[in-house]
Nanobody, 121 residues
Framework: QVQLVESGGGLVQAGGSLRLSCAASGSIFSINAMGWYRQAPGKQRELVAAITSGGTTNYADSVKGRFTISRDNAKNTVYLQMNSLKPEDTAVYLC???????????????WGQGTQVTVSS
């Protein structure tokens, strides 16, 4: 069993910053890509940023230049530094990871429970 636990959400004024963390624990052999998604009320879940095990990153156009994703492979943790936050960034942010639990096993997709980010204008 694998668990992803997010932290760092909260309420911030427009222009402010937040840092999200997501720690994976449990029966982990290796973690491939890790990412952050978000879902606002009445909207579809969307990819915010992703990072491979080798450090290659990918961002949604709406957050490029403002958000930075990073990971600590030794701690099985992914971070999302969010700067210059806008009211439209308000959403539940969910962590995602592709985890292999055994040497030659398949990669399973796991999700965290989500953390609320609210940006006031």
């Amino acid at each position: 069993q694998v668990q992803l636990v997010e932290s760092g959400g909260g309420l911030v004024q427009a222009g402010g910053s937040l840092r999200l963390s997501c720690a994976a624990s449990g029966s982990i052999f290796s973690i491939n890509a890790m990412g952050w998604y978000r879902q606002a009320p009445g909207k579809q879940r969307e990819l915010v940023a992703a990072i491979t095990s080798g450090g290659t990153t990918n961002y949604a156009d709406s957050v490029k230049g403002r958000f930075t994703i990073s990971r600590d492979n030794a701690k099985n943790t992914v971070y999302l530094q969010m700067n210059s936050l806008k009211p439209e960034d308000t959403a539940v942010y969910l962590c995602n990871a592709g985890v292999r639990t055994m040497v030659r096993g398949p990669t399973y997709n796991y999700w965290g429970q989500g953390t609320q980010v609210t940006v006031s204008s």
